[in-house]
């Protein structure tokens, strides 16, 4: 069982950090446990289908879905400051970020854009990765924060 206090576990099998920005929860959908287990998971014994891309990696986990309705999963209460969430899972030692949402705001580099350019240019040793939007493929499809210049 993960515990859910944003505390870092660096000895856990797999998610060593789950911070709950807004609830601790995943709805029913998933998408984050979806993602993450795509990029990091692991067969335990000889139970799965197949392991993730990077199955001896860590997860530190930043809770940003709003799942007080688990039927919904409404997404997403983003910080206003990227260097809140950025910083956390840097503390737990991750290099490699994954952010897997997306805006409205098409075609347009807006704030949420210059603060990965920031924390990127500030942290050469990180490396974000940003999913490009769910609407493609097509032109005017890729949405913010994948417009970044430094992801």
Same mark, same amino acid.
Request: hydrophobic content about 35%.
């Given at each position: 069982?993960?515990? %859910?206090? !944003?505390?870092? /576990?660096?000895?856990?099998?797999? +998610?060593?950090? /789950?911070?709950?920005?807004?609830?601790?929860?995943?709805?029913?959908?998933?998408? !984050?446990?979806?993602? $993450? =287990?795509? +990029?990091?998971g692991? #067969?335990?014994?000889?139970? !799965? *289908?197949?392991?993730?891309?990077?199955p001896? $990696? %860590?997860?530190?986990?930043?809770?940003? &879905?709003?799942?007080?309705d688990?039927?919904?999963?409404?997404?997403?209460? +983003?910080?206003?400051?990227?260097?809140?969430?950025?910083?956390?899972? #840097?503390?737990?030692?991750?290099?490699?970020?994954?952010? =897997?949402? &997306?805006?409205?705001?098409?075609?347009? /580099?807006?704030?949420?854009? #210059? *603060?990965?350019?920031?924390?990127? /240019?500030?942290?050469?040793?990180? +490396?974000?990765?940003?999913a490009?939007?769910n609407?493609?493929?097509?032109?005017?499809?890729?949405? =913010?924060? $994948?417009?970044? %210049?430094?992801?």
């Amino acid at each position: 069982s993960v515990i %859910k206090d !944003g505390n870092i /576990y660096p000895n856990n099998r797999k +998610i060593i950090q /789950y911070y709950p920005y807004v609830d601790s929860q995943d709805g029913n959908e998933g998408h !984050g446990t979806a993602v $993450a =287990s795509t +990029i990091a998971g692991k #067969r335990f014994g000889l139970q !799965g *289908m197949a392991d993730g891309v990077a199955p001896d $990696a %860590k997860i530190a986990f930043f809770d940003i &879905g709003d799942d007080s309705d688990p039927n919904t999963g409404q997404c997403c209460n +983003i910080p206003s400051d990227f260097n809140v969430f950025l910083n956390k899972s #840097r503390s737990a030692g991750a290099k490699i970020q994954n952010i =897997s949402w &997306g805006t409205a705001a098409i075609n347009s /580099y807006i704030y949420l854009d #210059r *603060m990965l350019d920031s924390f990127i /240019y500030n942290d050469q040793e990180s +490396i974000i990765i940003v999913a490009a939007g769910n609407s493609g493929p097509g032109p005017n499809t890729v949405v =913010s924060p $994948a417009l970044a %210049k430094n992801i």
